[in-house]
């Protein structure tokens, strides 16, 4: 295993002190992590790549499955409170959009994090001052620089430390079980959906008497075919099938020990849908082609040792997400070859051993990389496992900026009290749930 140096951050008056960290993503997590950099008055800068919550915000007719007193970080309490916040009921669970309106975006106006935060900086690359991935020497006591891409062109920042909260969204699986772009599917990507798009509201006319295929085994594709149920009862020429790859979707159909019970009542309504054959499932079947029709796409696929095709107007990419680790090329990083998460924490989340409710606590010693002062939190940092949840992102960043700060007691007191969540979904896009 890489030894990985967890000694405290370097002393007051060099330069790196002088400087800030840099946050990459102005998510749930990012967020946290600014309010525990503001608690503790370090200097931080926020980059954003789009607006505040950008990818909460493309969901926010979703209702998330925790309740409220799940989805807000302490510290972020303490500092909206003192500024005359009210927090929500605790025991209800909102939506996407009401988690922005009520919680993210109140946070970030504060006075504390506002200034500091810049939307519309997409971060294109992080390295070290002079230095790429190969050079050693004096390598921890140099600044790291984070490049980004804003209005007025490519800029940098020198950073004495790095937490990449920049999430999995925006990069979801491809369609293929190889983990590729199915064949043709450049030539049907106008009709290639991603996750949890809003049937009911504003995309309605774009569902209403035409055949959805929505691909996945997760709560995200089954979010989805509720909605197109619930649009068949209206518009009974609407038609809605349900592709995935393995025998059943067990993660997603039996939720009965789970104690987030808008989680559990999901689970149900689809089972009966499917039950009053309302929604057609495929399974077993392994997307390899897609090919342009006239007024839709003919999808193939591998099945029983052959090859079937059938039909479909739109298809919704609901197989989950990966990191983007592209911008990281220059960073040391050690990670697990598997599920591409830091080493330490591939074990405590995988998938086959753990739901949601059974990972272990976890902070900086399981989330640091050999490049000193850079830390991945958040959804990106379980790579590709689907166990996720915003209470878990938070402890992460409380524990990373006790490190920082100097104070490692605090960074290794890791603590986390999760729902038994009995089985997990298979979308990070449901890291708020």
């Not at 050079?135 to 430390?161: C, H, I, K, M, N």
């Not at 059943?248 to 789970?258: K, P």
């Not at 990083?333 to 998938?351: K, S, T, W």
Request: glycine letters at 8%.
């Amino acid at each position: 295993m890489t030894l990985i140096d967890l000694s405290p951050a370097p002393p007051t008056g060099s330069v790196l002190r002088d400087l800030p960290v840099v946050v990459i993503g102005a998510g749930p997590v990012g967020l946290a992590a600014a309010a525990h950099l503001a608690e503790r008055g370090i200097d931080f800068v926020v980059l954003e790549a789009g607006a505040v919550a950008e990818s909460v915000s493309s969901w926010a007719h979703i209702r998330l499955f925790s309740p409220w007193k799940h989805l807000v970080d302490p510290a972020a309490r303490r500092l909206l409170e003192s500024d005359g916040w009210s927090a929500p009921t605790e025991s209800l669970a909102p939506t996407g959009g009401e988690l922005v309106e009520r919680y993210l975006r109140p946070l970030s106006s504060l006075s504390a994090i506002a200034p500091r935060v810049r939307t519309a900086a997409r971060v294109v690359a992080v390295s070290r001052r002079g230095m790429d991935r190969t050079r050693t020497s004096a390598r921890a006591s140099t600044p790291l620089v984070v490049r980004f891409q804003d209005s007025s062109g490519l800029s940098e920042l020198s950073a004495r430390a790095v937490i990449d909260a920049s999430g999995t969204f925006r990069s979801p699986n491809p369609l293929g079980s190889n983990g590729l772009d199915p064949l043709g599917a450049h030539a049907v990507a106008d009709r290639l959906l991603p996750a949890m798009p809003d049937v009911l509201g504003v995309r309605q006319s774009e569902f209403a008497g035409r055949h959805t295929t929505v691909v996945g085994a997760g709560h995200s594709a089954a979010n989805t075919l509720v909605s197109l149920g619930e649009l068949i009862r209206q518009e009974p020429s609407t038609r809605a099938t349900w592709v995935i790859r393995s025998r059943e979707a067990t993660r997603v159909l039996t939720a009965e020990s789970d104690e987030l019970a808008d989680r559990a009542s999901l689970s149900s309504r689809l089972r009966r849908l499917l039950e009053f054959g309302v929604i057609d499932i495929v399974d077993r079947f392994e997307i390899v082609g897609l090919s342009r029709e006239d007024d839709g796409m003919l999808v193939t696929g591998q099945r029983a040792g052959g090859l079937e095709s059938f039909h479909t107007d739109l298809l919704v990419n609901a197989t989950g997400f990966r990191p983007d680790l592209g911008m990281l090329r220059e960073v040391r990083l050690d990670l697990d070859e598997v599920v591409e998460a830091p080493r330490r924490l591939a074990p405590l989340i995988d998938p086959n051993l753990h739901s949601c409710g059974t990972v272990a606590p976890h902070g900086v010693a399981e989330l640091a990389h050999p490049e000193p002062g850079f830390f991945i939190a958040g959804m990106k940092s379980y790579g590709r496992a689907p166990t996720f949840l915003l209470a878990t992102g938070y402890e992460q960043v409380r524990s990373i900026t006790a490190f920082i700060d100097g104070d490692l007691e605090a960074a290794r007191a890791v603590q986390l009290v999760l729902p038994a969540t009995g089985v997990c979904s298979t979308s990070s896009a449901e890291a708020c749930c």
